[in-house]
Nanobody, 128 residues
Framework: QVQLVESGGGLMQTGDSLRLSCAAS?????????MAWFRQAPGKEREFVAA???????VYADSVKGRSTISRDNAKNTMYLQMNSLKPEDTAVYYC?????????????????????WGQGTQVTVSS
């Protein structure tokens, strides 16, 4: 089993920056894990934010592209999402997701159904 625990959320101001973390524990991922961030705003469906494939390939949603960076520290089994220039529309619960199988191809990295493990989420609120 794998547990994913997100941290780093909180109450932010428009224009602030934050870094979310996702720590994985339990079974150690192989070198072929793909990890991702999704978010869900009140009354809306969960949406893709960013993903990082084991190969190094990254994919970003248009809404965060250019102001966000996804990264991982394999030694710490931790993934990060750095978000800059925060906007009120970034307000959501942010979830990390992971699939250790190595089977996710680049064109499918944004699909939530591709991911097997999910964290409980961390709330990010951006006030105007």
């Amino acid at each position: 089993q794998v547990q994913l625990v997100e941290s780093g959320g909180g109450l932010m101001q428009t224009g602030d920056s934050l870094r979310l973390s996702c720590a994985a524990s339990g079974r150690t991922f192989s070198g072929r894990a793909t990890m991702a961030w999704f978010r869900q705003a009140p009354g809306k469906e969960r949406e893709f934010v960013a993903a990082l494939r084991w190969s190094g390939a990254t994919v970003y949603a248009d809404s965060v592209k250019g102001r966000s960076t996804i990264s991982r520290d394999n030694a710490k089994n931790t993934m990060y999402l750095q978000m800059n220039s925060l906007k009120p529309e970034d307000t959501a619960v942010y979830y990390c997701a992971a699939d250790p199988s190595g089977r996710i191809i680049t064109s499918s990295m944004s699909l939530s159904a591709q991911y097997y493990y999910w964290g409980q989420g961390t709330q990010v609120t951006v006030s105007s």
